[in-house]
């Protein structure tokens, strides 16, 4: 049996210690013959049993292996229970169903959980689960033609926090934004700065046209350049001004969309151009390999699925064996004008990260990419060889609302509402925070007057509030950290503490579930429910006198509470550390 206190990680983590004292009573009955050499234990898990009435935890391992070993699961089960029963921290042992094994834990194995969470304060559920395995996040990634809007808030802080939450759970991370500055979009930028431009130098541009970037934040750019080079773009043709102009915009909008990035807190480290991809050659490269490896071929596509469109000419194509990758379609490559296509150019950056030492990959995308993914899957497999995989998180829309009301657009944007406007509205800490308390591929409603409500249906305030409390529980107990260390938690032994302490012990688990689901919702579902809890029992003081965490008579009980509190503070602050979000200690 490992020695629970001297089991390093797995002494901050009850499940990956009971994972590893499960594989060793297997181990066991394997050796005196009760279970046949061979087995394999992969699939053996342990978790929190679906009815919390039935234990603390669970084990699979008689489900999973009983065809191997050749024994029904419940006497399977049996036998792995007599394994456990006498282990010093579990105090009952039950099988239960088909043959599920569950089992009770000792009140001092939960009491001395707290010791691990006041000894790691907010480092509490560091994981070396990623065992420094490298991962690319690429997040935002918005064409660089005007300010961040709503949307994209939602992707630059799920993205932010997944790079966060990946750290903490032992991975290395590398944040990227990917700057679509090729294309059709960027000349539209170019024309639409020029105009601004004229504007700059005195005349009447009257109403911006059909198909231009009608943003007031794109007058400061043609002031800029109007500043920079006076008057000497106002009569030469397009094709001279269009390169430097774009240049410039493109520059200022990357300068715009830094500075809203900064206001929401969210870094990269790194940006990469998708013009330097075509320069440098890299999507021929790219794509050469592919047709070295016999992936690229001259075809004709089928018309698309239902009504040809009016316009639909079968006609040869470089294709992409993207079906033999697990897509619906082969994917073509070349434009009619022997361009190559924007999926061309996304495979030869995805093959740059590869190529860079990045064989974990991490898309955020947009609403509008659900239809892009399968392709993107299968250009990584293709391009890496099976050396790299890709999860693409598609990051559903944001409604907005005041009182209740849609949101009208910003007239600073000219269409859509700005994440600066947002941010600067309600704050970045709940802008952050909120974006996450729903999933990645389920729309959020975000409505600024609940942002900022004070009641228990902000989660934002809610988590702040239990954090906030704590704090005032400690100032008005003026107990030492040093005395509440050293207090003696056997005193916790209603049945409402342990269960607290239970639910804060699972935070190591929560991380790295969540970091390798690549769910960083899951966090905030937790926080939620560690606040639920504080309140509770808080509450519960206020009708029985005896759960009070400050007891001027029994200074002993006081000081083992105010271990407990203490701990949910710091469990909060470890998840909001995750999130980029400041804890409060007060609020007004």
């Given at each position: 049996?490992?020695?629970?206190?001297?089991?390093?990680?797995r002494?901050?983590?009850?499940?990956?210690?009971f994972?590893?004292?499960?594989?060793?009573?297997?181990?066991?009955?394997?050796?005196?013959?009760?279970?046949?050499?061979?087995?394999?234990?992969?699939?053996?898990?342990?978790?929190p049993?679906?009815?919390?009435?039935?234990g603390?935890?669970?084990?699979?391992?008689?489900?999973?292996?009983?065809?191997?070993?050749?024994?029904?699961?419940?006497?399977?089960a049996?036998?792995l229970?007599?394994?456990?029963?006498?282990?010093?921290?579990?105090?009952?042992?039950?099988?239960?169903?088909?043959?599920?094994?569950?089992?009770?834990?000792?009140?001092?194995?939960?009491?001395?959980?707290?010791?691990?969470?006041?000894?790691?304060?907010?480092c509490y559920?560091d994981?070396?689960v990623?065992?420094?395995?490298?991962?690319?996040?690429?997040?935002?990634?918005?064409?660089?033609?005007?300010?961040?809007?709503?949307?994209?808030?939602?992707?630059?802080?799920?993205?932010?926090?997944?790079?966060?939450?990946?750290v903490?759970?032992?991975?290395?991370?590398?944040?990227?934004?990917?700057?679509n500055?090729?294309?059709?979009?960027?000349?539209?930028?170019?024309?639409?700065?020029?105009?601004?431009?004229?504007?700059?130098?005195?005349?009447?541009?009257?109403?911006i046209?059909?198909?231009?970037?009608?943003?007031?934040?794109?007058?400061?750019?043609?002031?800029?350049?109007?500043?920079?080079?006076?008057?000497?773009?106002?009569?030469?043709?397009e094709?001279i001004?269009?390169?430097?102009?774009?240049?410039?915009?493109?520059?200022?909008?990357l300068?715009?969309?830094?500075?809203?990035?900064?206001?929401?807190?969210?870094?990269?480290?790194?940006?990469s151009?998708?013009?330097?991809?075509h320069?440098?050659g890299?999507?021929?490269?790219?794509?050469?390999?592919?047709?070295?490896?016999?992936?690229?071929?001259?075809?004709?596509?089928?018309?698309?699925?239902?009504?040809?469109?009016?316009?639909?000419?079968p006609?040869?194509?470089?294709?992409?064996?993207?079906?033999?990758?697990?897509?619906?379609?082969?994917?073509?490559?070349?434009?009619?004008?022997?361009?190559?296509?924007?999926?061309?150019?996304?495979?030869?950056?995805?093959?740059?990260?590869?190529?860079?030492?990045?064989?974990?990959?991490?898309d955020?995308?947009?609403?509008?990419?659900?239809?892009?993914?399968?392709?993107?899957?299968?250009?990584?497999?293709?391009?890496?060889?099976?050396?790299?995989?890709?999860?693409?998180?598609?990051?559903?829309?944001?409604?907005l609302?005041?009182?209740?009301?849609?949101?009208?657009?910003?007239?600073?944007?000219?269409?859509?509402?700005?994440?600066?406007?947002?941010?600067?509205?309600?704050?970045?800490?709940?802008?952050?925070?909120?974006m996450?308390?729903?999933?990645?591929?389920?729309?959020?409603?975000?409505?600024?007057?609940?942002?900022?409500?004070?009641?228990?249906?902000?989660?934002?305030?809610?988590?702040?509030?239990?954090?906030a409390?704590?704090?005032?529980?400690?100032?008005?107990?003026?107990?030492?950290?040093?005395?509440?260390?050293?207090?003696?938690?056997?005193?916790?032994?209603?049945?409402?503490?342990?269960?607290?302490?239970?639910?804060?012990?699972?935070?190591?688990?929560?991380?790295?579930?969540?970091?390798?689901?690549?769910?960083?919702?899951?966090?905030?579902?937790?926080?939620?429910e560690?606040?639920s809890?504080?309140?509770?029992?808080?509450?519960?003081?206020?009708?029985?006198?005896?759960?009070?965490?400050?007891?001027?008579?029994?200074?002993?009980?006081?000081?083992?509470?105010?271990?407990?509190?203490?701990?949910?503070?710091?469990?909060?602050?470890?998840?909001?550390?995750?999130?980029?979000?400041?804890?409060?200690?007060?609020?007004?």
């Open positions: 049996m490992i020695d629970f206190e001297a089991s390093g990680q002494a901050m983590n009850p499940f990956t210690y994972d590893a004292e499960i594989a060793a009573a297997l181990d066991r009955l394997v050796g005196t013959g009760k279970l046949s050499r061979g087995l394999d234990f992969s699939k053996v898990t342990v978790e049993p679906r009815d919390a009435s039935h603390d935890m669970s084990t699979n391992a008689a489900m999973v292996l009983t065809r191997g070993a050749g024994i029904p699961p419940r006497q399977l049996e036998l229970a007599g394994e456990l029963r006498g282990h010093p921290h579990v105090i009952d042992v039950s099988v239960a169903g088909p043959g599920f094994l569950n089992w009770r834990l000792s009140g001092g194995f939960w009491q001395a959980r707290l010791r691990d969470i006041l000894a790691a304060g907010p559920g994981s070396t990623g065992q420094g395995r490298r991962i690319n996040v690429e997040y935002v990634s918005a064409n660089p033609t005007g300010p961040m809007h709503v949307g994209h808030a939602r992707g630059a802080v799920f993205g932010d926090v997944l790079a966060s939450l990946l903490k759970a032992g991975f290395d991370v590398c944040r990227e934004y990917y700057v500055d090729a294309g059709a979009q960027v000349d539209v930028l170019a024309r639409s700065a020029y105009l601004r431009y004229r504007e700059a130098l005195g005349e009447d541009i009257g109403t046209p059909a198909g231009l970037y009608p943003g007031d934040y794109l007058k400061a750019v043609g002031a800029g350049l109007a500043a920079r080079d006076g008057t000497k773009w106002l009569s030469e043709d094709a001004w269009l390169e430097p102009i774009r240049n410039f915009a493109i520059e200022a909008m300068l715009l969309i830094k500075e809203d990035l900064r206001i929401l807190g969210v870094n990269h480290d790194v940006f151009s998708e013009r330097d991809l320069r440098s890299a999507v021929d490269r790219a794509l050469a390999t592919l047709e070295a490896n016999d992936l690229l071929y001259v075809g004709v596509l089928e018309p698309p699925k239902g009504k040809t469109p009016d316009d639909w000419e006609r040869p194509q470089t294709l992409f064996r993207a079906t033999s990758f697990g897509d619906d379609v082969d994917r073509p490559l070349r434009k009619s004008d022997g361009s190559w296509t924007y999926f061309a150019a996304d495979i030869a950056y995805h093959f740059d990260k590869v190529e860079r030492g990045y064989p974990l990959l991490v955020v995308l947009g609403a509008d990419h659900g239809g892009y993914v399968k392709r993107m899957q299968a250009a990584v497999t293709a391009i890496s060889q099976g050396r790299a995989t890709l999860d693409a998180k598609i990051c559903q829309l944001v409604h609302y005041d009182q209740g009301q849609p949101v009208k657009m910003s007239k600073r944007s000219g269409s859509f509402v700005t994440l600066r406007d947002v941010v600067e509205e309600v704050g970045k800490d709940n802008v952050r925070f909120m996450l308390t729903r999933r990645n591929d389920q729309t959020l409603d975000f409505d600024f007057a609940k942002v900022v409500e004070q009641s228990r249906d902000n989660p934002v305030w809610y988590v702040q509030y239990a954090h409390r704590v704090q005032s529980v400690l100032r008005h107990a003026e107990a030492t950290a040093e005395d509440i260390a050293g207090a003696d938690l056997s005193h916790l032994s209603d049945p409402v503490e342990i269960a607290l302490i239970r639910l804060l012990a699972t935070w190591p688990r929560v991380v790295e579930a969540a970091a390798e689901a690549h769910e960083p919702h899951r966090l905030a579902f937790f926080l939620a560690v606040a809890g504080f309140h509770g029992l808080w509450n519960k003081g206020k009708d029985d006198a005896t759960l009070r965490f400050i007891l001027a008579d029994q200074p002993e009980l006081t000081l083992a509470r105010l271990a407990l509190v203490k701990s949910v503070a710091l469990v909060i602050a470890s998840g909001l550390e995750v999130f980029g979000v400041e804890p409060v200690m007060e609020l007004r």
